[in-house]
């Protein structure tokens, strides 16, 4: 069964715009980048925004929001246990987020 994998990160007040587009733009290569243990792509769908265009100005605040779309939870715990392209990334985030939010589910 497939699995939603929702991310939102909201920076902290030090971190600049440009750094936070290098880290969204470097989420997006995932997709392609993220390669499963038979060597292959294994997100199935991609997308994110830097805007919020809720008229509802429920946000709070978070800057990035990341929505992947994975073939089954194996496949999401490949993703956050042994995927080095997406273990890499956290370190690399990881110092500049002031707050995250992660939702999953299966569809």
């Known amino acids: 069964m497939p699995v939603v994998h929702v991310v939102s990160f909201k920076?902290?007040?030090s971190v600049s715009s440009e750094d936070r587009?290098?880290?969204y733009n470097h989420f997006g290569t995932f997709k392609a980048e993220c390669l499963y243990t038979d060597g292959k792509p294994y997100i199935l769908d991609f997308k994110s925004s830097t805007e919020n265009t809720s008229p509802e100005n429920a946000g709070k605040g978070f800057?990035?929001?990341f929505v992947s779309t994975f073939p089954?939870?194996?496949h999401v715990?490949?993703?956050l246990e042994e995927d080095p392209v997406h273990l890499?990334?956290?370190e690399k985030v990881k110092p500049a987020i002031a707050d995250v939010f992660i939702y999953d589910f299966e569809v």
């Open 11 to 13: 920076y902290k007040d």
């Open 21 to 23: 587009l290098d880290l």
């Open 63 to 65: 800057h990035h929001i």
């Open 72 to 74: 089954t939870q194996e």
């Open 77 to 79: 715990k490949h993703y």
């Open 88 to 90: 890499a990334f956290v």
